[in-house]
């Protein structure tokens, strides 16, 4: 069965740092670009950052720039956010999703919440 | 500068058929675009793929009742025999050096 599963979310304070983590299974993960989307509460769907098959370049919405950190580990079949230097406003549902001409397919989603 | 357009809720009646735009900003009109359906509390589920040319290509799994097509900058997705389960938000989005999503279009199935 081809599915993405995140984990890592949580509860942190303004200026603290998360890791997210998905694991890819069912298809061959090395293949293709991965992207972190994010839903903030009353709000769309935004995309947050990717990264290229062997990981040699990288992309990030203008806000996360300099705070958030996108990697990958193709033996692990493992895609990973580093977020630093939260905000409120980074509070949003995060998704992984795999890039094929549109993300074609999506994680369940972990739930990150930035709040003293 | 690319934007994709996309009125903010629209309503049909159960068993009727929905018409959603998604409008390319001046100068895009070539680009293609995947659709997204995002029920409540459930994450995102990939529909479609349209094309300038007005082809689409499904995901896996998505019943024949969804179909999309195009006309200039707009492209539309459409769905016939309204289901209850229909009732989500719709997003469009463009991939590759401008990736983005279109602001969403809430469906209430009436």
């Known amino acids: 069965e081809v599915q993405l599963v995140e984990s890592g979310g949580g509860l942190v304070q303004p200026g603290g740092s998360l890791r997210l983590s998905c694991a890819a299974s069912g298809f061959t993960f090395s293949s293709h670009w991965m992207s972190w989307v994010r839903r903030a509460p009353g709000k769309g769907l935004e995309w947050v950052a990717n990264?290229?098959?062997?990981?040699?370049?990288?992309y990030y919405v203008d806000s996360v720039k300099g705070r958030f950190t996108i990697s990958r580990d193709n033996p692990k079949n493992s895609l990973y956010l580093q977020m630093n230097s939260l905000r409120a406003e980074d509070t949003a549902v995060y998704y992984c999703?795999?890039?094929?001409?549109?993300?074609?397919?999506w994680g369940q989603g972990t739930m990150v919440t930035v709040s003293s | 500068q690319l934007v994709l357009t996309q009125s903010p809720s629209a309503s049909a009646s159960l068993g009727a058929s929905v018409k959603l735009t998604c409008t390319l900003s001046?100068?895009?009109?070539?680009?293609?675009i995947a659709w997204h359906q995002q029920q409540p509390e459930k994450a995102p589920r990939f529909l479609m793929r349209v094309y300038s040319d007005g082809s689409h290509n499904k995901g896996d799994g998505i019943p024949d009742r969804f179909s999309g097509f195009s006309s200039g900058a707009e492209r539309y997705l459409s769905i016939s025999s309204l289901q209850s389960e229909d009732e989500a938000d719709y997003y469009c989005q463009v991939w590759g050096g401008d990736m983005m999503f279109g602001g969403g279009t809430r469906l209430t199935v009436l």
């Open positions: 990264i290229k098959q062997d990981g040699s370049d990288k």
């Open positions: 001046s100068g895009h009109s070539y680009y293609a």
């Open positions: 999703a795999r890039d094929n001409d549109g993300f074609d397919i």
